[in-house]
């Protein structure tokens, strides 16, 4: 961990509200970069789960300079991967209001006025009408359009409306503050993506300090939303929840014509992320490279097995290799147009319009989205809003979120199964209890049997009903 005895702290950021608008302007060695992501990898990951320790942990990014760098950093090594997105913003959110518990007033107040805007309203009635940004104490209420009040103030109505205003109290200004917050870190997420691979094609170090941080992230992803691919499932997972690109490269495999070297270095660390073991990869790899009459037993073990191995981290620098981001396989620097007998990059992009109609066929429709107008948002590409397409295609009722990773396509479907599972499980569960209702033949009511009330006696005549006995 770091150590934080040798750190003069000029601003502390324990008792504030850090919200992260400003880019932070210091230089920092490697080493400490390293530590600094590993100590916000692992407060995030306390604070996402409750972590009664989390409390304590909180000191180790103390510095408000640290605290910032390892902020962008994780923003850096999170933006191209959909799935690590989603936990970057949740877990964020998390030490947000953490942070939010421990400030004080005017803390509070100045991290609302930070965040005093709603990046999707235009005009005056936008901003939080009696927010006023020149007090120094906090106020007793906001005013704000209700559509732009968080869904859950709204539906537990938990704020007065009138005139389509409306006005929310003290108590709930942090659902506030982070609406804000969540959408401010989804739209630099989203459009950092294409600025971070310029970046780390330009920084080695930084780019050595984001390898070096992948795979704590890439277990705590696993840890949550883990695909567990395997030889036993490998043909389901095939044909329902790879993406286009992962179904192109084994498509290709399988028709007898294995992977030239761009296709299997695209394809191997995809598969190892997915869960695959070594030895089941080994063994999944030699059957799919014998497919072609050319590769036999001994070519493969002296030629392949050695580079599935170097993906496992097992060989040469012994470090895991992960899958490439679209953004990176779109590159024509990384993966150029392929010609003859190769098959690697983005389907959408190398393959003719034919060729790929017959692939999205195959795996349960999506094709028709080829003929939809694509306008993609700054920071995406149109491919990338064409998978997401087919993805909502082939998953009803799910919703658009850009692909940004073939990982994110292949967590989310395994997610999107695994709950409709769940889902009827559930519901076979709750008929059985209802069939077993309806079968059951309650036991038959004894007939009443109807007495005559009983006599009492008067209390007045019992000492001489008494008497008379004696």
């Given at each position: 961990?770091?150590d934080?005895s040798?750190?003069?702290?000029?601003?502390?950021v324990?008792g504030?509200?850090?919200?992260?608008?400003?880019?932070?302007?210091?230089?920092?060695s490697?080493?400490?970069l390293?530590?600094?992501?590993?100590?916000?990898?692992?407060?995030?990951?306390?604070?996402?789960?409750d972590?009664?320790g989390?409390?304590?942990?909180?000191?180790?990014?103390?510095d408000?300079?640290?605290d910032?760098?390892?902020?962008?950093?994780?923003?850096?090594?999170?933006?191209?991967?959909?799935?690590?997105?989603?936990?970057?913003?949740?877990?964020?959110?998390?030490?947000?209001?953490?942070?939010?518990?421990q400030?004080?007033?005017e803390?509070q107040?100045?991290?609302?006025?930070?965040?005093?805007?709603v990046p999707?309203?235009?005009?005056?009635?936008?901003?939080?009408?009696?927010?006023l940004?020149?007090?120094e104490?906090?106020?007793?209420?906001v005013s704000?359009?209700?559509?732009?009040?968080p869904?859950?103030?709204?539906?537990?109505r938990?704020?007065?409306?009138?005139?389509?205003?409306?006005t929310?109290?003290?108590q709930?200004?942090?659902?506030?503050l982070?609406?804000?917050?969540?959408?401010?870190?989804?739209?630099?997420l989203?459009?950092?993506?294409?600025h971070?691979e310029?970046?780390?094609?330009?920084?080695?170090?930084?780019k050595?300090t984001?390898d070096h941080?992948?795979?704590?992230?890439?277990?705590?992803?696993?840890?949550?939303?883990?695909?567990?691919?395997?030889?036993?499932n490998?043909?389901?997972?095939?044909?329902?929840?790879?993406?286009?690109?992962?179904?192109?490269?084994?498509?290709?495999?399988?028709?007898?014509?294995?992977?030239?070297?761009?296709g299997?270095?695209?394809?191997?660390?995809?598969?190892r992320?997915?869960?695959?073991?070594?030895?089941?990869a080994?063994?999944?790899?030699?059957?799919?490279?014998?497919?072609?009459?050319?590769v036999?037993?001994?070519?493969?073990?002296?030629?392949?097995?050695y580079?599935?191995?170097?993906?496992?981290?097992l060989?040469?620098?012994?470090?895991?290799a992960?899958?490439?981001?679209?953004?990176?396989?779109?590159?024509?620097m990384?993966?150029?147009?392929?010609?003859?007998?190769?098959?690697?990059?983005?389907?959408?992009?190398s393959?003719?319009?034919?060729?790929?109609?017959?692939l999205?066929?195959q795996?349960?429709?999506?094709?028709?989205?080829?003929?939809?107008?694509?306008s993609?948002?700054?920071?995406?590409?149109?491919?990338?809003?064409?998978?997401?397409?087919?993805?909502?295609?082939r998953h009803?009722?799910?919703?658009?979120?850009?692909?940004?990773?073939?990982?994110?396509?292949?967590?989310?479907?395994?997610?999107?199964?695994?709950?409709?599972?769940?889902?009827?499980?559930?519901?076979?569960?709750?008929?059985?209890?209802?069939?077993?209702?309806?079968?059951?033949?309650?036991?038959?009511?004894?007939?009443?049997?109807?007495?005559?009330?009983?006599r009492v006696a008067?209390?007045?005549?019992?000492?001489?009903?008494?008497?008379?006995?004696?």
């Amino acid at each position: 961990m770091l150590d934080i005895s040798d750190v003069l702290a000029s601003q502390q950021v324990l008792g504030t509200v850090p919200v992260y608008l400003n880019t932070p302007d210091a230089i920092f060695s490697q080493e400490i970069l390293q530590e600094l992501g590993q100590t916000r990898l692992e407060l995030l990951e306390k604070v996402k789960n409750d972590d009664p320790g989390a409390s304590g942990f909180l000191p180790l990014l103390f510095d408000a300079e640290m605290d910032a760098v390892s902020h962008f950093l994780l923003r850096v090594l999170c933006c191209n991967d959909g799935a690590a997105s989603i936990w970057m913003i949740d877990a964020e959110e998390a030490l947000l209001k953490l942070r939010w518990e421990q400030a004080s007033d005017e803390e509070q107040c100045a991290a609302l006025k930070q965040m005093n805007f709603v990046p999707e309203s235009q005009g005056p009635r936008s901003r939080w009408v009696n927010l006023l940004v020149t007090g120094e104490s906090m106020p007793y209420a906001v005013s704000m359009p209700f559509t732009d009040l968080p869904p859950k103030l709204l539906a537990e109505r938990r704020c007065k409306l009138r005139k389509g205003l409306a006005t929310v109290e003290r108590q709930d200004f942090l659902p506030l503050l982070c609406q804000c917050f969540r959408r401010h870190l989804q739209t630099v997420l989203q459009k950092s993506g294409q600025h971070v691979e310029l970046l780390l094609r330009d920084s080695e170090q930084l780019k050595q300090t984001v390898d070096h941080l992948r795979p704590q992230l890439e277990q705590f992803l696993l840890s949550s939303r883990g695909v567990n691919l395997q030889l036993s499932n490998f043909q389901e997972m095939y044909e329902k929840s790879f993406p286009p690109c992962m179904q192109y490269l084994v498509k290709f495999q399988r028709d007898g014509k294995h992977l030239k070297h761009l296709g299997r270095k695209q394809l191997r660390p995809l598969l190892r992320e997915a869960g695959l073991p070594l030895e089941e990869a080994l063994a999944w790899w030699r059957r799919e490279f014998l497919r072609d009459v050319t590769v036999t037993q001994e070519s493969f073990d002296s030629e392949h097995a050695y580079h599935i191995k170097h993906a496992y981290g097992l060989e040469g620098k012994r470090k895991p290799a992960y899958g490439w981001s679209c953004w990176r396989t779109l590159d024509q620097m990384q993966f150029p147009v392929p010609k003859g007998p190769e098959a690697h990059g983005c389907p959408f992009k190398s393959l003719e319009e034919a060729d790929l109609r017959e692939l999205l066929r195959q795996h349960g429709g999506g094709d028709e989205v080829l003929t939809q107008e694509v306008s993609p948002p700054v920071g995406l590409a149109s491919e990338q809003i064409c998978c997401a397409r087919v993805f909502q295609s082939r998953h009803p009722g799910s919703e658009f979120e850009a692909m940004k990773h073939p990982m994110q396509f292949l967590r989310r479907s395994h997610a999107y199964y695994a709950a409709q599972l769940a889902g009827e499980a559930e519901a076979s569960s709750a008929a059985q209890v209802q069939v077993m209702k309806e079968n059951c033949v309650p036991n038959p009511k004894k007939p009443r049997i109807c007495r005559k009330p009983l006599r009492v006696a008067q209390l007045d005549q019992f000492d001489e009903y008494f008497q008379f006995k004696k």
